[in-house]
DNA sequence: TTTACATACATAGTTTACCTATGCAATAAT
DNA sequence: ATTATTGCATAGGTAAACTATGTATGTAAA
């Protein structure tokens, strides 16, 4: 056990001891809630569409054109698990391959109109099952929340710039 | 295309669309902000711990013993996925099975001292990572918005019975 | 400029987390 | 008693992720 250190020398930065207990806890509960939220919700509103087709053309339709490795790493994931994603997509005329003319290593990834569509369609459809079990809600307590994890997640992703 | 219905007799419980069309784009745009924020922090906290043990020891723990088909149904899982997890907790140490004394086809899943250990450590360890990252976050702020998402999950789960 | 290293993506192979379909045993309903 | 229903287990399959590695291009050092 680690919990007799001397409160004033403890400031490991590996194992994060001194930050606020109550955050920790807090922090955690969090993503709980979140995760089970958003478990729910792709239960109800799923539908068949595969997830990973709407988180990276969420990004796409968000940072414009998008180099494979770009994709990995603003959607968590590998590289190969990337580049598996976009050639469904591709395959399914969602989004196009171009090369990099600066780097003919790379490819830029573009949304098709097709792309754009399906996305739209996507989010109506999950709106309208969600809105239809919750139509007593007040739309605009719902856009501070949505609000709330946005803040949350740009501050997860560089605590510096943003919060 | 089904957008020159007649506004006044559209009501059709199928399509949702007499839903507040602001309320719809709102929790289309709440989800996809949970589960990003779900996917990067779990990126960040993961750490190699299965996902659906936290769930399900989540699960005992607020409820108490439950059955198979229980497990399945609140972790919005098929029963043969909630057997196999089951499964594996039990080969882990986490939870134990027992009969039914009531109905001798049922299974009573209930954790073990090792699992509520598991559970507790799982979440610590998850806690500080993202306090880590989020040291300068107020605890309460976030321990509100904990809430709302509960709340939410709550009313998504029954409209009738919350809200 | 050849050699060495780094970067960007593709491919192979594996694991995990689910699913549907179905079988079996116990209970409930007729 | 027969039939239907319920609760769980098993079989078999798919999708989404990973690591490890290959290939081609770009970059830097000798």
Known sequence: MATTNDPETSADPHTGDDTDPRLRVVLAELVTNASRLTRLA????????PRPWLRALSLLEEYGGLRISEIARLDSSSQPTATALVKQLVDAGLVRRQRDP????????EMTESG?????????????????????????????LS?????????????????
């Open 42 to 49: 792709s239960s109800i509103a799923g539908g068949d569409r």
């Open 102 to 109: 600066d780097d003919s290593r790379a490819v830029v990834v």
């Open 116 to 144: 754009h569509h399906w996305l739209a369609a996507a989010r109506d459809d999950i709106g309208a099952s969600l809105a239809e079990r919750m139509r007593d809600l007040d739309a605009e307590r719902i856009a501070r």
């Open 147 to 163: 609000r709330s994890l946005h803040d949350l997640r740009e501050f997860l992703k560089d605590p510096r710039t943003s919060g």
